[in-house]
């Protein structure tokens, strides 16, 4: 009797093992062929975003981590119409051949705006909304840095500076609140750098260094401004990064780079494409709850 229950009951422990092992074996397959999720906040698909700067560097970028992220009705702005509707033309064969994008659902467009001018990003915002009819997320991020002395930095040069870095994120941002609130709100993001935080070296650029700080700050303060209005004001602290423009200037001076690289944690510099799940937190519903911050992307810099 004991021994026929044994064989039972080992008989049933290998058919139940079996069991496990072939539920292994399907999940395993499940898990090879099925792609992860994201979170679903994680996400710019049906949302109208804007991006200034954005015919080059860190802009373009922005530009091509929202269509990546499902963004379909997109306005890139830049100081030159002809730029801004080269660089609409190209993002527009981007989303057509990086994933399954209907051509029919595509609404990228190229407008001409020099930021420092009030009347100038009006005028763009208008031309948005006639095209969009609201506008959900805005990334302000023309910008422009000098390396003079401060004995040595010319006046008109350091008004051009201050003109385009902090009125024209200024501009940008209020026009952008402007037109949110009316339909319930948006996300603002704010491009400093984490210059608004340290003062880089060996390059002298003090009056780039204060413009950044006041970008982060203005961001504090407009979030606390319109917090009730449900309008999210975040800033993008950038570190050194490998855009075509920096690539071309340290390719005539390597000790340059090699000095950045050594003051950088990581050792070395960022890629444009590192800042893409940054800009998207900032600006999905996947921050909604986060106003005034700022996130840098630095590889460490400012914890030195």
């Not at 940008?172 to 340290?198: D, H, K, W």
Request: with cysteine; glycine share 8%.
């Amino acid at each position: 009797m004991a021994t026929g229950f044994v064989a039972r009951q080992s008989m049933r422990m290998r058919a139940a093992l079996s069991v496990s092992r072939s539920a292994s074996a399907r999940m395993s397959t499940a898990s090879a062929t099925v792609a992860p999720k994201t979170l679903p906040s994680l996400s710019m698909q049906g949302k109208v975003c804007m991006v200034t700067g954005a015919a080059r560097g860190l802009g373009y970028e922005f530009c091509r981590a929202f269509i990546s992220s499902g963004c379909t009705s997109l306005a890139v702005v830049d100081l030159k119409e002809e730029e801004a509707r080269s660089a609409a033309a190209e993002l527009k064969t981007f989303a057509q051949t990086s994933g399954d994008v209907d051509p029919n659902s595509l609404n990228i467009i190229g407008i001409e705006c020099d930021v420092s001018s009030e009347q100038n990003v009006q005028k763009a915002y208008g031309e948005i909304m006639s095209a969009f009819g609201r506008i959900d997320s805005v990334v302000a991020s023309a910008g422009i840095v000098e390396n003079y002395t401060a004995f040595d930095y010319p006046y008109d040069r350091i008004k051009k500076l201050y003109d385009i870095n902090v009125h024209g994120s200024f501009f940008t941002a209020r026009e952008a609140a402007r037109n949110m609130i009316p339909n319930g709100g948006g996300s603002i993001v704010l491009v400093a750098s984490m210059s608004a935080n340290i003062v880089n070296i060996p390059q002298p650029q003090t009056p780039y260094n204060a413009s950044k700080a006041a970008v982060k700050h203005m961001a504090s303060s407009l979030a606390v401004e319109w917090a009730k209005e449900g309008v999210r004001v975040n800033v993008l602290s950038p570190g050194y990064m490998l855009t075509k423009l920096t690539r071309t200037i340290l390719s005539h001076n390597q000790e340059l780079k090699k000095t950045w690289e050594s003051l950088t944690p990581m050792g070395k510099m960022g890629d444009p494409e590192d800042l893409a799940g940054a800009i998207v937190f900032l600006s999905s519903d996947a921050s909604k709850f986060m106003t005034g911050s700022e996130i840098r992307v630095d590889g460490g810099y400012c914890c030195t």
